[in-house]
């Protein structure tokens, strides 16, 4: 990699960080040990399935924006999910005619619209089926095999089904109760009618998408799993928020104590569906930082990008297969912004994790707790645009604390560093990002190259509150060797 004379620049403006007084932490990669697998697909988005119904357009979305085709193909391959509480009230409308409940009715065109956008961006698409509509206490197929005709005659592909949303929260949402044994036995009559239609013998089927696992709703997943769930789901979800979109503060998003919290609820669903589905992949089938919607001027800055890296960090050591982002449009945990279609900070991390993140995943060790840096470690990503060697480590790291925090390699001495750093440009609730000091913006709707600054340092020194990649091209580790 050519060093240029502005990377020169950042390295000297970094190291000068050094004379600060902070805290050195010296971090090693448990290379021995591959602890899980990732592939490219791990990192997807959502779209709310409120936004399907007439009235509300997509809620502006621009389907046809070279800005949000672009900006989708940067994210490409990709699963776009589209389910959420509306999903469990929609019916399918081919027509589109004669609808005297438009708010509730998603039609033909409007299915055109998304599977045509998906296409064109090479992502992959996910749907939640209606399972309120219910007939003697059993789902009823009937308009989804409609929607299943219509899909088939376009000649659509679908990367997964899901039927319902946050089942576990029907009661307090829609006053009706589904227990998790009947929400199996449905599961299973689903998968069996996707094995009999032509053309969905293989689409996967993604559920039971519980709001949380924790307290009651760990029994409604096993008797999910019981009642008949186990022999029919392909991937199993579950969704996370770490609080509440009223009333979170700007604090909650550097708190590691609330970042470890999701540890213990991916041990909970984990726990419970390897009893029954041992093999079968688990993902969360929708997550963000806060739920309603995000915290408006917190959830779509900077600063979100603390709890979104932490996630995709904890998500892929724990053995997760997939992490779908609430969302790409739309509130304020969006990853484009709702008016502009401009990419906020966190649509550039993810693209930067899409880059640079690898499938084999492992563990890290540091000389300070977890509450001042929290590191992860993968091989790094093959990929043409940089031409990282087999054997390569990406690491990334969050700094939660005002601490500038000098980290040192003991087993990568003397080896080049590429540094991918982020840091707002004006505060933890900066819209916009900088990557190795350049703010990052589209220029005429393209994707800036995300070039990295070389150092030859084994330390390397970064502000308190931020976070980024670091790789080790020339770490020659044996399991990544072979990627
Ligand atoms: C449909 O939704 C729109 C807003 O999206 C609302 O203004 C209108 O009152 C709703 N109509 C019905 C019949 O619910
Ligand atoms: C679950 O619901 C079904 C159908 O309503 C009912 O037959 C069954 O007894 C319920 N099971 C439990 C454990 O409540
Ligand atoms: C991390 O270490 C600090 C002392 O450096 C201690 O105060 C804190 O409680 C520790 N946190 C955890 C989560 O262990
Ligand atoms: C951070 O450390 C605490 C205390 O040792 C532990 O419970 C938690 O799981 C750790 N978090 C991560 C993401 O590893
Ligand atoms: C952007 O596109 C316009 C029109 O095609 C062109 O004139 C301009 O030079 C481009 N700007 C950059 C920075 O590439
Ligand atoms: C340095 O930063 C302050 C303020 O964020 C914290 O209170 C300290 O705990 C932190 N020190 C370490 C070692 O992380």
Request: hydrophobic letters at 40%.
């Amino acid at each position: 990699m050519k060093v240029t004379l502005s990377a020169l620049i950042l390295v000297t403006t970094v190291i000068s960080h050094t004379a600060t007084a902070g805290v050195n932490v010296s971090v090693t990669v448990l290379t021995t040990q591959v602890v899980s697998f990732i592939d490219e697909l791990f990192i997807g988005v959502t779209l709310d399935a409120h936004l399907l119904p007439a009235p509300q357009h997509w809620g502006g979305l621009d389907f046809n924006s070279p800005k949000v085709q672009a900006l989708a193909k940067g994210l490409a391959p990709c699963y776009l999910r589209i389910g959420g509480t509306a999903g469990d009230g929609l019916t399918f409308d081919p027509t589109g005619h004669g609808t005297a409940d438009v708010n509730h009715t998603f039609t033909g065109a409007t299915w055109d619209a998304v599977n045509t956008f998906v296409r064109d961006v090479n992502w992959k698409f996910i749907f939640g089926l209606n399972v309120l509509k219910r007939k003697e206490g059993h789902w009823d197929p009937t308009n989804a095999k409609e929607l299943l005709q219509y899909n088939s005659e376009k000649g659509y592909q679908l990367a997964g089904l899901e039927l319902g949303n946050e089942p576990d929260i029907f009661p307090g949402k829609y006053h009706i109760t589904v227990n998790g044994s009947q929400l199996g036995m449905d599961f299973y009559n689903f998968k069996k009618l996707l094995k009999t239609t032509p053309g969905y013998a293989a689409t996967p089927v993604i559920g039971p998408d519980m709001a949380s696992v924790t307290g009651y709703r760990t029994q409604f997943l096993a008797d999910f799993f019981t009642g008949g769930g186990d022999k029919a789901v392909d991937r199993i979800t579950f969704h996370q928020y770490y609080t509440n979109g009223h009333t979170a503060q700007l604090s909650d998003f550097t708190d590691s104590k609330l970042m470890d919290y999701l540890v213990s609820i991916i041990e909970t669903g984990l726990h419970v569906s390897r009893r029954t589905n041992p093999l079968t992949p688990v993902w969360l089938g929708e997550t963000s930082s806060c739920y309603d919607g995000g915290a408006p001027g917190i959830s779509d800055r900077y600063v979100a990008g603390f709890l979104w890296l932490d996630k995709l960090g904890i998500a892929a050591r724990m053995g997760l297969k997939a992490v779908l982002r609430q969302d790409f449009y739309a509130g304020s945990y969006a990853l484009i912004d709702t008016d502009t279609f401009d990419p906020l900070p966190d649509y550039w991390l993810t693209v930067l994790y899409k880059r640079l993140v690898g499938g084999s995943v492992f563990s890290v060790e540091a000389s300070v707790n977890n509450s001042t840096i929290r590191a992860y470690a993968h091989c790094t990503k093959p990929s043409i645009s940089y031409g990282y060697m087999p054997g390569s480590v990406t690491m990334y790291f969050l700094l939660p604390t005002d601490n500038t925090t000098s980290i040192t390699f003991p087993q990568f001495p003397d080896q080049p560093v590429d540094v991918f750093w982020l840091t707002p440009v004006d505060g933890l609730t900066s819209k916009t990002v900088a990557l190795n000091n350049d703010p990052l913006t589209l220029v005429n709707n393209t994707l800036p190259e995300l070039k990295p600054y070389r150092t030859e340092r084994n330390t390397v020194t970064f502000p308190g509150k931020s976070f980024g990649f670091l790789v080790f091209p020339e770490a020659d580790v044996a399991a990544c060797s072979s990627q």
